[in-house]
């Protein structure tokens, strides 16, 4: 469909945060899907007469399908461009966000349906973030990454703090079954609305005025760019997987974002079923407190992703990339501590949730850096970097009901503020300036149209 005459217009946002605003509103979709199931938990336990341990199987296998399919995301991302892939994610995942409430409680392998249903939405949705920095990679300059992934993974927080209210009452009003028909109905909008607004590259987009263009190719600092002129997808070059696998960049970062992954998913999977289980609040009061700690990682993201450029650009690139995330992850650690040793539920849910905010203050670096390094093969690298962290997820939303089980809820919290620890001081080993491709030198990447 053709979107209009290419030209200027004074007034309108430039079209790559219209993009990037989007794929925030996309993001926040798929981590509402994602959050559905640990509000629905309760009542599905009971109609499939589930217990917490197997439910905890159900949540892994969202994270099997999403790690296992980073890596061949990225390189789709890569070989077809970000516009193409996106959409049939989304639609895909629409799709088995459906079917989840489509599994007949009454039949002898409903467990197994409902875990082989899981995996398949996590293949669908592991193209999201590989593919979004893809996009990044080809739309916006490496000065404004860290601003620009910050609104990106804003949505992770914005989705996941309305899922709590909204599907709660749905749920109680509707049941279970139609939350996930509702996400999965919002799916689909999104990923048709992409389809039409979206380009591979800007070079492509009959919106991108001549201005704009101008400064994302001189801020991009990839003037040896590799693309097909028609599609804008990557032209048949090898991907070097050793040089990506073996990058002391890729493996700290990936071994971090492990640690990343586990800290978070205790909130997605495990934090509403917590408040209402262990700290005795009802289901809607769960649902209410039980939304600072996605309110807390919008805020993380935005702030973390806009103090990472600025302390990128007025003090060095190493303080804004990598010390920044690693002070988040340690006062990660210290609040998630403080919090599961608090007496009162309103205490825990709000030092818990300033934990939740402070984790997100790193979550623009990941991306930024792997982007930044990979150039080209931003896809491929970060979909590797980002199993790391779908790994961590899985781990933790099946590790952390048993050493609740057997130690308590706070020995669950305290292995993860250990872990926190460990991801933020794989950051000391990340260095901000290497890149994947020599010939890409800081000359390059450091020009700017500001």
Sequence with gaps: MDLGPTKARRGRPPVRYLLVIWLMVMGAIAFMDRTNISIA???MGREYHI???????????????YASFQIPGGVLARRFGPRRVLTFGVLWWGVFTALTAAAPAGAPAALLMLILIRIALG?????????????????????????????????????????????????????????FWFCAVLGVLAGLVWHWAARNTPEEHPWVGVAELKHIAGGRGDAKRDLDPV????????????????????????????TYGYVSWIFFSWFYIYLSQVRGLSLRTSAWYS???????????????AASDWLARHVSERAGRSYLPCFALLLTAALLAAGASAHSAVTASLVLAGGAGALYLSQSCYWSVTADFAGQYTGPASGAMNMGCQIGGAFTASVTPLIAAHFGWISSFMTAAALAV??????????????????????EADVSAN
Aim: glycine content about 12%; some cysteine; aromatic content about 10%.
């Design 123 to 179: 293949a669908g949705e592991a193209v999201m973030f590989p593919a979004a920095n893809q996009f990044e990679e080809r739309w916006i300059p490496i000065a404004e990454r860290g601003r620009s992934n910050g609104i990106i993974f804003g949505g992770v927080g914005l989705g996941s703090a309305l899922a709590p209210p909204l599907l709660t009452a749905i749920i109680l009003r509707y049941g279970w079954h139609l939350s």
């Design 231 to 258: 599609q804008g997808a990557a032209a048949k070059k090898k991907t070097p997987w050793r040089r990506i696998l073996t990058s002391k960049n890729i493996l700290a970062i990936t071994g971090s974002y492990f």
């Design 291 to 305: 939304m600072a700690p996605f309110m807390a990682m919008s805020a993380g993201c935005l702030m973390g992703g």
């Design 41 to 43: 938990g309760i009542e």
């Design 422 to 443: 460990l991801g933020g001081l794989a950051w000391l080993l990340v260095n901000p300036d290497a890149r994947l491709e020599p010939s890409q030198s800081r000359a």
């Design 51 to 65: 217990n917490d341990t197997h439910l905890g199987w159900v949540f892994s296998a969202f994270l099997i399908g």
